[in-house]
Every structure is written in structure tokens, then in C-alpha cells.
């Protein structure tokens, strides 16, 4: 019989199989699910501070051999670097996509250590290269903006923060350096400063010249507007229209400013440099303005005006007609009209002679404009020529109505210049009234007339003469006339003895005297004898000068005139000096600028090199300041160099 014994506990544990252990699993795949996420959401994080926070904020875009271009993520601006001294010579504000963060600018042109580019999402391209130099001493880099979609604007905005700059346009207030103008933004042409004040004037150019040795040259063939904030910055903007419209610019860098135009800004002109008749820089510039009503009546006033010049031994010059007396003087006989045919023009100019007015020098002024009142204008409306003029036709097209505008305060028409019938016609009476003058025909390049100026002492007047020579001279423009000594903008004459004398004195160091207003009529006889004597010092002393100095223009492009900082590129002193310029190189003028001025400070360039004051023959020191120079209203302060 079996027995039952009690069955002993086994030494391994017996593991049961509930759902317990299921719930468990599930619990640690959750957490490990939480602890993923979390991993992932810190990684991400510091992902993000590394890009926000802990990444540098300037990074290196682009090198040369000496110079390099920096990212700064903050300012959202290109730093221009030297890469031996980490020096700034140049800052970028890229106003462009102010409103786009860009942490991290990832070239996306790496393979190609000469360039660097970068995209804006659906916004724009940034491409920047390194360009082939003028020389081994300058390195440039072009900067090209290409917007991705339409209505993309561009502005970049370069800084005045310890920087001058110079060049771009000649404006009514004329400022040296352009650091110290605000003109707001407008498109970059040529305007006429007496009818628009605040455009940009004749003298304009795509070139801008810093004190750091940088320069920056805008594309030809882009629309762009400039605007200025004084001491801020300069700012190029592209133009937005139905185009989308790209900007595009060089900056290039060499070792000091007067190099910088040396290598760069002297190309400006390229092979066109070409002397204009010299023989006018000898000829004084004197206007006349009768008031007479008819070819006799100004026949007899300009042959008082000339005796009068002559009485008062003030030489031969040249003598400046407007256009209401350009036009008497073209309707001095009705023979030279070109309704005649040539073969009787030709037979009526023989028989004709006007000894007075042969003999004289005269520079007329021509204007595609008539007066309605003019015998020329009546003329052609005899003669069936209203189409000549810019008309309105009639619906039937049987006839023409010439089309008015306000010009010279007349209400005139203007010469039609697409019909090439109208301009044989004035070109024609132009031809019968040069040879009526017997004048000779020159191909060579003209004299530049300078912007009229203001008849007081403000940069507007005479205080801006001294500024807009540099500015015309920098930018290749060496042959000008002067605006008329006293400013021509006023209505009547200017009988201010000071100004008038002071004016004198800087125009005679400059290529041509030109007056307005007789001195006999503006003041007393010692100004007029002071006159004569000017005029003489800039005949023999000047004009050799600028016949030297206009050599190495045409061979090196070298400004004639020049800013003091010339010889002293590196002494930031020089950069802001607006009321001193030299002669090429060896010849000092530092005129008084200030109403009721005799005692001013004069900065003489270039350390080590000697000068001469031409007063007093004392020899000073170059790299140095005269402290409270005294200067009578009858003197000006000039100094030539001493070897």
C-alpha cells in the first residue's frame, strides 16, 4: 500500500506567468519613450544655442592675400579686413534683408576658394568674388545681388565710422569730404542744379574713393538711387520696377588713399584723355550782359564793354554772349538767314564784313529753344516749318501746332532733334553765324562750366568753390570754367567788396577767370588795379603750371588739382580739409573762405619736405600746422615746394 508522503518545496523559485509582468514592460517602454524624446528635445536645444548663442558673431566669408571679408551676423554687415593687423578698412551695412535672421552664412560655393555665395530662400542670390587687380598692391572684391522674385529691393549702406569719402556727384552745397552732406534718396543722374537745387549735378560719376584705400565702383549698366546721411553712412539702392532690377558693385583695397586713386580712380577716363585749346587758360571770361533790343544796339554796347576792358589794361579775353544776344547777333541781316540757298548764302557772306565784332573773341550760347517773339521762330512759321519745332498734329494731319513751354521765363518752342530736316535747318544758321563771326571749328574736347553758385559765403557760394574743384578734378574733370567770380545765380550784381575779392583770389589759381561783374562796377579802383594784377599772376604763374600738370594727367590720369591729403595719405588730419588744394605737386593754395576772416591755421603736407611761403619767402616745415597765419584782404596765402 503506497504511502503518502508530504511533497518537500523545490530549491528553484517557480516563476509564475501572469499579465503583471506585461504591465511592467510597457511602463519602461514609455519611460524609455519619454527619455528618447528628451534626449532629443536637449540635443535640438543646443543644436539651436550653439547656431543663436554660442556661435561666433563674426566668421570669415572670403580671404585674399591681404585683405579678407567677414560675416557679422548682428549688424548684418561685410567687414573689410586686413588679415596681418585685423584692421577695419571698410563696413557693409547689408540693408537688404534686414528683416531675414541669418545665423550661419554656408558658402554655397565652397568648392571655389575665390568666391562665396548665398541664398535667401525664394528671396535672393549673394554672390561675392575675388576680382584680377589694377596692380599687386590692390585687391578687389565685386558684390552682386539678384533678387529671386519680383519687388525685391536692395539697399547697401556704407559707413562714414571712421571713414571719409569722396567722389560720386557734384551737388549744389558741394561738401569734402562727402561725410559732412545729407541729400536724400533719388536716382543717381545728371540734373540741372539751377532748375532742381537738391539733384546731383553734371559732374557725376560710379566711383567713390575712402580714406582707408578702398574704393567702390558702381556696375554701368544697373539703375540705381543714392542717398547720403551725414557722418552714417551712403547708401546704393537698386530701383524697383517691372524688371527685377539687380545691384552690383567692386570694392577694392590698396595700401593708402592717394594709391587707391592712383591704381584705381585714374582709370576712370581710360584712353579718352585728350587736352582741350589750351589758349583759352590765358583768355579771361568776361560776360556781357546788354540789355539790347536789337543787332545795333548790341553792336554798340559791345564795343563800349570792349573799350573798357581795354582802357583799363585789363587784357585780351574772351567775351560770353547769352542767348538773347546770340540770337540779335544772328539777325544782324536778314542775308544770313538759311531760307536762301547756299550758292547765294556763299556770294552775300563775301560781300559782307563786320570788322568789330571779327576782331573780337566771342563765346556764344545756343539753345534748341525759341521764343514765340523771335524772328526766328516767326520765320519758320512763314515758311511752313512748324513741324521743325515739337508740335501737335491735327487730326486730319493738313497742319502742326508747335507745342509751348516756359523757358528763360518766355514762352517758347523747342527745336524738334528726332526730325533730321529741323536739325539741318539749325544747324545751318549755326554754321551762317560761325562763319558770319569768322570762328574756326574745333573737334578738340570743350572746358566743363562749373555749376553756378550763390553770391555769399555758404557752401552753396563761395565757401563750396574750393570742394567742387577737388570734386571735379578727382573725378578727371581738370578743364572747367569757374562759376563767374561773386556766384551767377543772383539776379542783380553782387557789390560785396569782400567776397568779391576773396572769390578773385581762389579763382585765379584755377583754369580759367571768369567774371560776371565788371570790377569797375562792383568796387573801388584798388580792386580794380588788384584785379589786373591777378589776372596777370595766374597768366605767368598758373597757367605754366597746369600746361605741366596736365601731361601726367594725360599719361597717368593724376588729378591736376589736389586735396592736401595727397602727399600725406596717412595723416588723418588732411582728410577733412576742405579750404586748402595743391597744385600738382609742388604748389600750396590756401585761400580765406570765412566773411570778415585775416587770421586762419594752414596745414602743410608731407613730413620732411620744406616750404616756401611765396609772401614772405619764410620756409616751413611739411607734416606741420601755421597756427593764426595773418593774411590783409589783399593777399592770399600760397606756398611752393623746396628741395
Known amino acids: ?383 511752313g516749318k512748324e513741324d521743325f519745332w515739337l508740335s501737335r498734329h491735327s487730326e486730319s494731319g493738313d497742319y502742326s501746332v508747335p507745342l509751348l513751354t516756359r523757358w528763360k521765363g518766355e514762352f517758347s518752342a523747342r527745336l524738334n532733334v528726332t526730325s533730321q530736316a529741323a536739325v539741318l535747318w539749325y544747324m545751318d544758321r549755326v554754321s551762317l553765324l560761325r562763319q558770319h563771326l569768322g570762328a574756326e571749328a574745333s573737334h578738340l574736347p570743350l572746358f566743363l562750366q562749373m555749376n553756378p553758385r550763390r553770391s555769399d559765403w555758404s557752401y552753396a557760394g563761395l565757401k563750396g568753390i574750393i570742394p567742387s574743384v577737388l570734386h571735379y578734378s578727382l573725378l578727371g574733370y581738370n578743364f572747367f570754367i569757374p562759376d563767374a567770380i561773386g556766384g551767377s545765380l543772383a539776379n542783380e550784381f553782387v557789390i560785396d567788396e569782400e567776397l568779391y575779392i576773396r572769390w578773385l583770389q581762389i579763382v585765379t589759381f584755377l583754369p580759367v577767370m571768369s567774371f560776371r561783374i565788371p570790377p569797375w562796377v562792383c568796387c573801388e579802383d584798388w580792386v580794380l588795379n588788384l584785379t589786373r594784377r591777378y589776372i596777370q599772376r595766374h597768366q605767368h604763374f598758373v597757367v605754366p603750371l597746369i600746361e605741366k600738370y596736365s601731361k601726367e594727367w594725360l599719361s597717368k590720369g593724376y588729378p591736376i588739382f589736389r586735396p592736401v591729403w595727397w602727399l600725406s595719405p596717412t595723416e588723418s588730419v588732411t582728410f577733412k580739409i576742405d579750404d586748402e588744394f595743391l597744385i600738382g605737386d609742388e604748389v600750396l593754395v590756401a585761400p580765406l573762405t570765412e566773411q570778415g576772416q585775416s587770421l586762419r591755421d594752414i596745414y602743410l603736407p608731407r613730413e620732411g619736405q620744406k616750404w616756401m611761403d611765396t609772401n614772405t619767402a619764410q620756409v616751413f616745415d611739411g607734416g606741420t600746422f601755421i597756427r593764426n597765419y595773418s593774411v590783409p584782404l589783399v593777399d592770399v596765402p600760397v606756398f611752393i615746394k623746396t628741395f
Open 1 to 383: 500500500m503506497p504511502h503518502n508522503h508530504p511533497r518537500k518545496p523545490s530549491p528553484i523559485p517557480e516563476v509564475t506567468w501572469d499579465p503583471g509582468l506585461k504591465e511592467m514592460n510597457e511602463t519602461w517602454k514609455r519611460a524609455l519613450a519619454c527619455l528618447g524624446v528628451t534626449v532629443f528635445f536637449v540635443m535640438t536645444i543646443g543644436i539651436i544655442y550653439w547656431q543663436v548663442v554660442d556661435q561666433p558673431n563674426k566668421n570669415w566669408i572670403l580671404r585674399g592675400n591681404a585683405s579678407g571679408l567677414i560675416w557679422e551676423r548682428k549688424a548684418h554687415s561685410l567687414i573689410l579686413q586686413t588679415l596681418s593687423e585685423e584692421k577695419t578698412l571698410l563696413e557693409i551695412h547689408m540693408g537688404s534683408l534686414s528683416d531675414v535672421e541669418v545665423p550661419f552664412m554656408k558658402n554655397l560655393c565652397w568648392l571655389n576658394k575665390t568666391e562665396f555665395c548665398y541664398t535667401w530662400e525664394a528671396t535672393a542670390d549673394l554672390k561675392i568674388s575675388l576680382e584680377p587687380s589694377f596692380s599687386s598692391n590692390t585687391e578687389c572684391y565685386s558684390v552682386s545681388w539678384t533678387p529671386l522674385r519680383c519687388q525685391v529691393k536692395f539697399k547697401d549702406c556704407f559707413s562714414m565710422v571712421n571713414i571719409s569719402w569722396y567722389g560720386g556727384a557734384s551737388v549744389s552745397s558741394q561738401h569734402w569730404p562727402l561725410n559732412n552732406a545729407n541729400i536724400k534718396s533719388q536716382p543717381f543722374i545728371v540734373s540741372s542744379l539751377a532748375k532742381t537745387p537738391a539733384a546731383y549735378g553734371s559732374v557725376l560719376e560710379r566711383y567713390f574713393l575712402g580714406s582707408t584705400g578702398v574704393t567702390v565702383m558702381i556696375a554701368s549698366d544697373i539703375s540705381i538711387s543714392l542717398s547720403v546721411e551725414k557722418n552714417k553712412h551712403f547708401c546704393l539702392e537698386s530701383t524697383v520696377g517691372i524688371d527685377m532690377a539687380s545691384l552690383q558693385y567692386t570694392v577694392c583695397v590698396s595700401q593708402n588713399i592717394t594709391s587707391a586713386h592712383q591704381e584705381v580712380g585714374s582709370q576712370l577716363s581710360g584712353q579718352q584723355r585728350r587736352l582741350p585749346d589750351t589758349d583759352i587758360l590765358r583768355l579771361p571770361v568776361w560776360g556781357y550782359y546788354g540789355t539790347a533790343d536789337s543787332a545795333a544796339k548790341m553792336e554798340r554796347g559791345l564795343r563800349s564793354f570792349f573799350n573798357r576792358l581795354q582802357r583799363h589794361h585789363l587784357g585780351e579775353g574772351l567775351i560770353t554772349l547769352n542767348e538773347h544776344s546770340t540770337l540779335l547777333l544772328g539777325n544782324m541781316d536778314h542775308a544770313y538767314l538759311p531760307v536762301l540757298r547756299r550758292k547765294r548764302l556763299h556770294t552775300v557772306r563775301l560781300a559782307m564784313d563786320y570788322p568789330l565784332i571779327k576782331h573780337l573773341k566771342l563765346s556764344i550760347t545756343l539753345s534748341p529753344y525759341a521764343s514765340i517773339n523771335s524772328q526766328l521762330f516767326q520765320m519758320s512759321l512763314q515758311e
